[in-house]
Structures are given as structure tokens and as C-alpha cells.
């Protein structure tokens, strides 16, 4: 992709990546983006859940949800996601900053109208969530659907920009008896809590376990 | 804080929150925040630092820096803070969804240019990084200070949306023999890695040990 004055890395250029594979790993990392869009004059920004399938970003809500209407209308969509992985520590406080993989998108908003197409994108949303989530679970009855505003956006334009490794200081600074390096941070997955509210004795699925086994 | 059209929950009101204390809450908790602004027509969102203050949110860049001088330029700023706290797996695809913490604020942008409160702010920003680094590092000169745009936005309105616990199944549904919960997440802080370019042999400073053991 080539990038334009849009979607240019202007600041720390070297970090600024425009290819495909780097594109498609921030956003498959992610499980939330955030979306924005124009409200009278103002920028809304709104988190979601997603999916990426090819050169589409899929996300979905209640049908008269104000996010999708709007990007709709405006035949545009702005997204973002963004994975936190550390925390900078240089010797000087000029230097902090985090280490981080962020991508932003520009694209053209399509409605996913074709009940089996709309299901199939459901499953791709459900199972960025928890993996394999889709087969273990019920299905969305027709009147689901029918409630459910399911949207493709066309990836147009993007970049991704990465920061990852020790500090950079000023080069006088190595001399300063200051302790530099790297507070490296990951989302964790927790011990799964069941809802006992329904029926008992039901076993953890694979799911969740594999989820858990990844780390 | 009373919700207008622009900041009012809509969807799963009961989700929504107006207070301050719940939006200290989750600016505090975060490290990144999302900035929306126009850009001839489109929307951009760009990730970025902050730190927050009374009624105001402070960002920091170069002082050319797009989108910085966007915000003065259009006279308002939205950004968005959003904590992943786990995953909420219903018995039906359909009642799927994420627990989370977020929080929209639209405010006003100025900037902040006498040195010693630039300084200050700057101060706020390197220890939501990591709190007590600043006083382990060498502080700006007036150089640093003078190449660094630091904006102030004053919280004009601002809404909270949180979802926590158990998956909410349509009634019929709790007789299935599926697993629902939830999968909590958490960020989680690693081993700090020491950058040994500079000068040898020193300890992990406190900033980090107390981090580690707050977890």
C-alpha cells in the first residue's frame, strides 16, 4: 500500500510500515479497535469489537446503532487498534515512551445484508473474541440477525506503526549512572469464571483452555 | 456531568456513566489514549500518551506534530480510553461481548507554554508511564522544552460505559448444556529488561520494583 498524506508516518518515520503482513498481524493481535466518526462538526470515537477477513474489517451492533448509520452515511470509516507492550525507561524523561504496534485504517463501509453471509461474519467477530467459540455455542435465530446491523469496511488505506527495543538516548546521557531498559507489558488471561446460573457441572471448554494454554 | 446528544449512552444505557469519579477511574487506569480529529474531511485517530489533572487531559508531541495542531487549529478534541477486562461467553453467540472499561471525552484544547508548567505537565505524562520515574531521570533541558508542543484539554463532556461479570442469555437459554463465564484479562508487567549500553551494574530502581509488586 502506498501511503498518502493521509495516512503518511510523519513523526519517527523509521517507524512507519505499510505493507499488508505487517497490517494484518497488528489488527489479528487485537480484539477491540476503535472506531471514529463525525458527529455534527465533532469526532466521536467509539470502541468495538471486529474481525479481519482478506481486505475487510468486519464490525457489528444494533441496527440503528449511531457508529454504523453514521460511518454509513459518510461512506467512510476511521478505525484504530492499538497493543500496548511496554514501557520505555530511558535515562532522560524526553526519551520515554512506549513500545507499541498500532494500526490505523481508512476505509469504504458496506452493509452485510445476505443472512448467510451476515452469519458467517458473526462467527469470524465471535470468534475473535475466544477462538473456536462459534461450534461451541448456539447459533443467532433469524430474529437475531434481523436486529443485528452487520458492516464491512474495505480497506482503502492504512499504516502501522511499531515501536519495540530498548530506550534511544543522547549519547552524553550513557555516561549518567541512570538505570535504562524496558518494562515489557501483555494482556494475561486469567482463571475463566463459569456462570453457574444455568445448568451445572458443565466442563471448561476447549476454547478457553486452549486460549489458556497459549498464554 | 449531564450527557447531551454527542455523549449520551445509547446503547445498553444502564452501561453508561456521567460521574467523575468513574471517569477519573478509567482515564487514571490507562496508558494510551486514542485522539480523533478532522483531517480534510476524514476522520484520523492516533494513539498517544496522557496523563490527567483536575478537569483536563494533557497530550504531548513535537511541536509540529499533526495531530496536535490539528486540535488547536479545530478548537476541540476527542479521545478515548478503553480497558479490555475480559471476555463475556454467552450460551448464544448472539449475547457474546467483551467486559470493559471506556470512557469518551470531548474537550477543549490550549496550549501549555510557560516552561515551568510545561515541565510540570511533562512530569504528570513520564509518571503515568511509570509513576515515580521522573525522579529517577534527567529532566528536560530548555531545548528538550522548546522543541515539545504540550497541550492541555479541558474536559467539557464525557461519558463512561462499563460492562462487568457474567454473560446475560436470553431466559430459554440456560437449560442448554453449554459452558458460559467469563474469561478475565488483565495487563500483566514482565521481568524489566536492562538496557547495558550505558553505565554497568545498576539496580532496577524503585520506580519499576514497586510496579512489579503492585502487578
Not at 500496548?84 to 463501509?109: E, I, W
Not at 518494562?183 to 457441572?201: E, F, M, N
Request: aromatic content about 6%.
Amino acid at each position: 500500500m502506498k501511503p498518502t498524506e493521509r495516512s503518511k508516518v510523519v513523526r519517527s518515520p523509521n517507524r512507519g510500515h505499510y505493507d499488508k503482513d505487517s497490517l494484518n498481524k497488528v489488527l489479528d493481535d487485537g480484539y477491540i479497535c476503535h472506531v471514529a466518526y463525525d458527529f455534527k462538526g465533532s469526532p466521536i470515537i467509539i470502541p468495538t469489537a471486529y474481525a479481519r477477513e482478506g481486505d475487510v474489517v468486519y464490525v457489528h451492533g444494533a441496527i440503528k446503532n449511531r457508529m454504523l448509520n453514521s460511518m454509513l452515511e459518510q461512506k467512510q470509516a476511521t478505525l484504530s487498534v492499538t497493543h500496548l507492550d511496554g514501557m520505555v525507561l530511558a535515562r532522560s524523561a524526553f526519551h520515554h515512551s512506549f513500545n507499541y504496534r498500532s494500526a490505523v485504517v481508512f476505509g469504504s463501509p458496506f452493509i452485510v445484508d445476505q443472512p448467510e453471509e451476515k452469519n458467517r461474519v458473526l462467527k469470524l467477530i465471535t470468534d475473535n473474541i475466544l477462538e473456536g467459540r462459534w461450534e461451541e455455542v448456539r447459533e443467532p435465530t433469524e430474529k437475531e440477525l434481523g436486529v443485528t446491523l452487520v458492516i464491512g469496511i474495505k480497506i482503502d488505506e492504512a499504516s502501522v506503526k511499531i515501536r519495540q527495543g530498548i530506550p534511544m538516548d543522547d549519547k552524553e546521557d550513557y555516561e549518567l549512572p541512570i538505570w535504562a531498559g524496558e518494562l515489557p507489558v501483555t494482556l494475561a488471561y486469567q482463571s475463566p469464571i463459569t456462570d453457574d446460573s444455568g445448568v451445572k457441572g458443565l466442563d471448561v471448554p476447549d476454547s478457553v483452555n486452549n486460549m489458556l494454554a497459549k498464554g
